[in-house]
Nanobody, 117 residues
Framework: QVPLVESGGGLVQAGGSLRLSCAAS????????MGWFRQAPGKEREFVAS???????YYADSVKGRFTISRDNADNTVYLQMNGLKPEDTAVYYC???????????WGQGTQVTVSS
């Protein structure tokens, strides 16, 4: 059973919006800290946003005020609403879950987001 499946990526013009979804399997979704990371070509994977089991959120400075992370524990899903997209947001976006630290997280397969100028 695939633990995490992302969807919602695509091609959008600068200034546009996308909503990413990440569906998780298992009955303990609500206990995990969930997060979104991204990796652009030639760059390392970087933190975008996270949400704790009690809905405390954190954002990278580069997306603060434009992106919103949320979760629906009844549907085992975490979302990333992305507004005001910029070409520098272009990357593969990965959903992760962890009960410890991010380098021990489980990851999805990623979804491509491309923002044209």
């Amino acid at each position: 059973q695939v633990p995490l499946v992302e969807s919602g990526g695509g091609l959008v013009q600068a200034g546009g919006s996308l909503r990413l979804s990440c569906a998780a399997s298992g009955r303990t979704f609500g206990s995990y800290r969930m997060g979104w990371f991204r990796q652009a070509p030639g760059k390392e994977r970087e933190f975008v946003a996270s949400i704790s089991s009690n809905a405390v959120t954190y954002y990278a400075d580069s997306v603060k005020g434009r992106f919103t992370i949320s979760r629906d524990n009844a549907d085992n899903t975490v979302y990333l609403q992305m507004n005001g997209l910029k070409p520098e947001d272009t990357a593969v976006y990965y959903c992760g879950k962890t009960n410890t630290v991010w380098n021990r997280a489980s990851w999805g397969q990623g979804t491509q987001v491309t923002v044209s100028s």
